[in-house]
């Protein structure tokens, strides 16, 4: 993080836009306080505080992505906007989805059927996309070709053993790449 030393902070902000991963974390990591001051807010709520730090992340990856310095604010304003907006609208889709029927409920994993992701509002939309994009990302460069492999098939639904037998593998090696896929999960951040 030397790098960015005697850097503005407007041009570091530039390069997180166009893609400098290096870039991105520093501004994540400078304004990560931010999405766990505005969830620790939310004690009594009915979503876990860790759960509201990472939809107020969300928020402030869009805010990286989505800030024009030209219009006069700061990005600190800004970004506590996009985080408290994120939280929010998390905090308004677990009050909606109570009056379900749990019969109702799809899995998050069949909204994205062939890249495209259904019913969701246009906020929505650009923070689950921006933040798929961003966790794809990482985890190409975390994961090896067949701890990719493994959890693409998992998150399709398929058990350890119709794994295995996909891939050619014992179904211990594919409970073996889930928990080092976990245990990676974990460590992910963005």
Known sequence: MDRFADTDESEILALAKEGDNEAMNFI??????IAVKEAAKWTNASV????LAQEGLIGLLAAVKSFDGSRGGSFLSYAYTCVF???????????RQRDVPKNSIVPF???????KISSLSAEDSFLAGESVSLLLQQLNKSLSELEN??????????????????????????????????????????
Request: with cysteine.
């Open 48 to 51: 876990e505080p860790e759960d």
């Open 109 to 115: 994993e069949k909204e994205f059927v062939d890249g």
């Open 85 to 95: 907006n994120s939280i929010q609208s998390a905090l308004r889709k677990v009050s």
């Open 149 to 190: 492999s493994v959890l693409r098939l998992f998150l399709f639904g398929c058990s350890y053993n119709e794994i295995a037998k996909r891939l050619g593998k014992s179904p211990k090696a594919i409970d073996n790449a889930l928990q080092r896929i976990r245990k990676k999960l974990r460590d992910v951040s963005f």
């Open 28 to 33: 994540i990591t400078k304004y990560k306080y």
